[in-house]
């Protein structure tokens, strides 16, 4: 029993030592506390350690010892293994690697998806439109407000009787509910970071 116990705390301490972007362990405090309907103060007050402290371990500006931690999950209550093994809800999460960006579209026009849309009301894209891209002679229509910034290249946007050649640095806001086409006329690539709310896509 004690020998499971040792290599169990150990591989928790390993956990907590190799904490990286993948891990936010702030969040998932943050989740654990705010589930157990508990403010930093009152956990803090619980868990005989400062209000400051709560506030730099959920903002990953600071990372605690193994029994610190413990300590302060015992207020929940909730076991370090439990802790660890949680999975928490996609609304909670706040940063996002490259590589976590959902692919909406792709070919000439790609489009990567920030978060879930079942949890959030505002729709990030991060766009790429090959040279001679185009969203389609069919005019684009739906019922939102989208806006963006041309980060690299340049598009052709059209909204209604309106036409304008945006460059990197200009940026475009509008009324979904127009119609609405994006060509690259270009030579290179164009990217664009977008919003749209509510999602459209």
Known sequence: MFKHSALTELYLVNELN?????????????????????????LAKRAGVTNAAISLIENNQSSPS???????????????TDF???????????????????????????FLQVGDMRHHNLQILYERYAPGADTGKAMLQHESEEGGIVIEGAIELTVGDRK?????????????????????????????????????L
């Open 84 to 110: 660890f093994a949680l999975e928490t809800p996609e609304e909670s999460r706040v940063f996002f690697k490259a590589s976590d960006l959902l692919p909406l579209a792709s070919g000439p026009v790609e």
């Open 18 to 42: 190799n904490t990286n972007d993948d891990f936010e362990l702030g969040s998932r405090l943050r989740f654990v506390r705010q589930n157990a309907g508990l403010s930093q103060r009152e």
């Open 66 to 80: 193994v029994s610190s931690l413990k300590k302060i999950l015992e207020v929940i209550p909730m076991s370090l």
């Open 164 to 200: 304008q050649i945006l460059k990197a640095g200009d940026a475009y806001l509008f009324d979904s509910r127009q119609p609405h086409r994006f060509r690259n006329l270009g030579t290179g690539e164009c990217v664009i970071v977008s919003a749209c709310t509510p999602p459209y």
